[in-house]
């Protein structure tokens, strides 16, 4: 790809020698290795050349190196950071080099972006950012890739983050959607959509586009009769703003905490587990015994949907297209049916279930934060596919509940062709369904619009932007 990983130099210039060249005899002194920018830079690799998942990776290269505390928190952040920033550090980079960054090796331009994220969004000091993402470049790269990421990072460290944006980025009054895309780092047509969603107001854009790139917090959800809330605040977490069967974790390894590590307790959205919530309650007149979640894996809704079916004698079916995802939701539930069966084609009888839940595939752009290499991977050819899968979903859903019986239609996505137009579009060719008012369910919950539909936001409520509709089968 492109140009050699040698030795270049930086917008023409030298880089600067700071006097004597060090080490006896003018001899170069070996680079450090730092475990914690190696791990951070092979996650990088790892994400460019094997589509891997950071979330799922990074544990197990902590793991593997020995790196706990402080360490671990450095290259988890360092990773991390700079995969949610490499849109705007791509551009300051381009701004600092002879060539584009399409052009620079990509594991030479991968801790190229490791410095430039230390540089501009965390508290290394300057000398120190350079020098070691440099012994980083001598040892993972060569000798002479080491010296062209000199000349660009010492010519990125001449300015901060805020000195940067003018320069790289759009002029927000020319192109407001260019310059929230370069300034939040997100792919321009997210950052459209993720405008559209918010109703067209730039300034609440920008706030949801600058939630996209803060560390989530870690949320967990004691599962109703096998864990609670009160159990999990003694072992150390912070009972959850809405929630009532949440807590923060506001730092440590969730499988520290014994429900966790015993299957009790679990990792889940405060979001996700809001939704479920609601689906339960809405009012049914007549029989309320048998729930199906639809699209189950990996098994976080199904798992608080059947604690809560045991505790009032409900039946709850869970089920998943793929194989390896109905496993993981049956190591999450307890009581429920768990199988394997595709949603659009149904394994089962239509008009039979009282709640049906339908958490449907989709761009997942309500969880960015959470998987920060995503946005990049993502593409605007996928929301046509996915919606049109979406729809097949919810009419499917709706086909699956009884007469008077309650369907959740959720996306982890808050862009309008996979949210209300989908719903839009489904209840308009059908005489027997009516939308409820989905705000009205959640009343702990603010801001989650003027309904019908219930829409999450990571800037209001420290959650994914999850979407809810509610709807009866009449």
Known sequence: MGASSGGGRAGGGRPATGGKRPGAGG???????DEARNVAYDLM?????????ANLLMPTLLRERGLTGRDAALATELAYGTLRGLGTYDEIIAACSDRPPEEIDPPLLDAIR???HQLLKMRVPPHAAVSATVDLVRLRVGTGASKFANAILRKVATRDFDQWLPIVAPDVEEDPVGHLAVAYS????????????VGGDLGEAADLLAADNERPAVTLVAWPGRSTVGELVESGAVAARYSPYAAYMPEGDPASIEAVAQGRAAVQDEASQLVALALTRVPVEGSDDLWLDM??????????????AVQNDRHLLAADQRFHRARLVWRATRRAGVITADGTEPAWRPGVFDRVLVDAPCTGLGALRRRPEARWRRSPDSVPELGALQRR??????DAARPGGVVAYVTCSPHLAETRVVVDDVVKHR??????????YLREVDRLGEGPYAQFWPHHHGTDAMFLSLLRRT
């Open 27 to 33: 001899r170069r002194p070996k680079p450090v290795r």
């Open 431 to 440: 005489s027997d369904v009516e939308v409820l008012d989905a705000p009205a």
């Open 393 to 398: 979903l919810l009419g499917s859903a709706l």
């Open 114 to 116: 490791i410095g430039v």
């Open 186 to 197: 997100h792919p321009r047509w997210i950052a459209s959509a993720l405008r559209d969603a």
């Open 45 to 53: 690799r790892a994400v460019d050349e094997r589509d891997a998942y």
């Open 295 to 308: 699209c189950a894996g990996p098994g976080g809704k199904a798992g608080l949907l059947d604690a809560l």
